[in-house]
Antibody
Framework: EVQLVESGGGLVQPGGSLRLSCAAS????????MSWVRQAPGTGLEWVSL????????YYTDSVRGRFTISRDNSQNTLSLQMNSLRADDTATYYC????????????WGQGTMVTVSS | DIVLTQSPATLSLSPGDRATLSCRAS??????LAWYQQKPGQAPRLLIY???SRPTGIPARFSGSGSGTDFTLTISSLEPEDFAVYYC???????????FGPGTKLDIK
């Protein structure tokens, strides 16, 4: 079955760290760029970061650059997001998403993992 | 940065109606525009990419049109399962980034 399964969310204090993981299955993981997209409670979608299929190129939205690090292990079919210096406005459901070819769209999504930053 | 606006914010229709949702970009995005459907408690689902292309498995009642700055998602005849929030999304080539619109909530009248 083609799927993405996120894990690692939870409650963390402001300034703390958390590492999210995404396990991919059912497709050739190493052939596709991957992204993280987040959604704060009751709001819309916000792209967070993208890593190319080989991991050679990485991009972030401005609000997380310098605090978050995206990475991937193509031998384990896993995508990760290391989140440091977390702030209350990082509270959101975090989705990993597969990027469709060169179209820059997200054609497969995980179910999401909730991150709550609060004291 | 390119900003996407969607209208209306909420659209109240009945099953069997035709739905027309709009997405406008602050500058031309060519045809790099996608549409997603999100139901409560679920992840988004890709409906349309490249402004008018449907991925495999998306029903033919969903269609997209437009180019440049003005885009439309049309649902020809609403099914009960179509009531959801719809987002448009564009990508910028350099530096690579992705922007979503604020969404249109399609609810049952």
């Amino acid at each position: 079955e083609v799927q993405l399964v996120e894990s690692g969310g939870g409650l963390v204090q402001p300034g703390g760290s958390l590492r999210l993981s995404c396990a991919a299955s059912g497709f050739t993981f190493s052939g596709f760029a991957m992204s993280w997209v987040r959604q704060a409670p009751g709001t819309g979608l916000e792209w967070v970061s993208l890593i190319t299929n080989s991991g050679a190129s990485i991009y972030y939205t401005d609000s997380v650059r310098g605090r978050f690090t995206i990475s991937r292990d193509n031998s384990q079919n896993t995508l990760s997001l290391q989140m440091n210096s977390l702030r209350a406005d990082d509270t959101a459901t975090y989705y990993c998403a597969k990027v469709r070819g060169s179209y820059g769209v997200f054609d497969l999504w995980g179910q999401g993992t909730m991150v709550t930053v609060s004291s | 940065d390119i900003v996407l606006t969607q209208s209306p914010a909420t659209l109240s229709l009945s099953p069997g109606d035709r739905a027309t949702l709009s997405c406008r970009a602050s500058q031309s995005v060519g045809t790099f525009l996608a549409w997603y459907q999100q139901k409560p408690g679920q992840a988004p689902r890709l409906l349309i990419y490249d402004a008018s292309s449907r991925p495999t498995g998306i029903p033919a009642r969903f269609s997209g049109s437009g180019s440049g700055t003005d885009f439309t998602l049309t649902i020809s005849s609403l099914e009960p399962e179509d009531f959801a929030v719809y987002y448009c999304q564009q990508r910028s080539n350099w530096p690579p980034s992705f922007t979503f619109g604020p969404g249109t909530k399609l609810d049952i009248k």
